[in-house]
T-cell receptor, first 114, second 115 residues
């Protein structure tokens, strides 16, 4: 079954404690991206990757890091989380260009930073 | 930067009626537009897309209309069903500009289907 898998689904952490949210896809898609979703703001792109070892900033990259060492994985790293990073995060993958009927989103990770 | 927005944050319709969800965009360089449906607790799901060289596209019970003159996009859902209750997002992308690798999402409209 084609899918994008994020882990964990829920996470509560404290300010400053490094964390990683994993994302894996099984469709051999070139393009992967991370979004955060906040009430009234829709989805905003954090980072995206066109292929292995190719990453770029989205609209709201501050406070986040990503890596793309393998095609299937695209982890999101928060080196020093802060309360303003409390949000719902989605990973997505698709062929290039992004979006379209072949794009898949993960189930989301709800992060709370206290 | 460029933005994609929605006219109404919420929409309530009677079951069986048609629904129309609107979206305004500002990036005239957008090459394609996508509508997504997001049910509670789930990630967005693709509904339908349309290229900028089209003004109408139909799917199963859904129709997307694109008016480039006024930069307006709409999603029409025929015979709305309870399972259509969700948040609907429009998104726009470009394959011909410098930001070709990004999708820009609107803020979403909550559609509620009343019995």
């Amino acid at each position: 079954e084609a899918q994008v898998t994020q882990n964990p689904r829920y996470l509560i952490t404290v300010t400053g404690k490094k964390l990683t949210v994993t994302c894996s896809q099984n469709m051999n898609h070139e393009y992967m991206s991370w979004y955060r979703q906040d009430p009234g703001l829709g989805l905003r792109q954090i980072y995206y990757s066109m292929n292995v070892e190719v990453t770029d900033k989205g609209d709201v990259p501050e406070g986040y890091k990503v890596s793309r060492k393998e095609k299937r994985n695209f982890p999101l790293i928060l080196e020093s989380p802060s309360p303003n990073q409390t949000s719902l995060y989605f990973c997505a993958s698709s062929p290039v260009p992004p979006g379209g009927p072949e794009a898949f989103f993960g189930q989301g990770t709800r992060l709370t930073v206290v | 930067g460029e933005s994609v927005g929605l006219h109404l944050p919420t929409l309530s319709v009677q079951e069986g009626d048609n629904s129309i969800i609107n979206c305004a965009y500002s990036n005239s360089a957008s090459d394609y537009f996508i509508w997504y449906k997001q049910e509670s607790g789930k990630g967005p799901q693709f509904i339908i897309d349309i290229r900028s060289n089209m003004d109408k596209r139909q799917g199963q019970r859904v129709t997307v209309l694109l008016n480039k003159t006024v930069k307006h996009l709409s999603l029409q859902i025929a015979a709305t069903q309870p399972g259509d209750s969700a948040v609907y997002f429009c998104a726009e992308g470009s394959i011909s500009s410098g930001s070709a690798r990004q999708l820009t999402f609107g803020s979403g409209t909550q559609l509620t289907v009343l019995p």
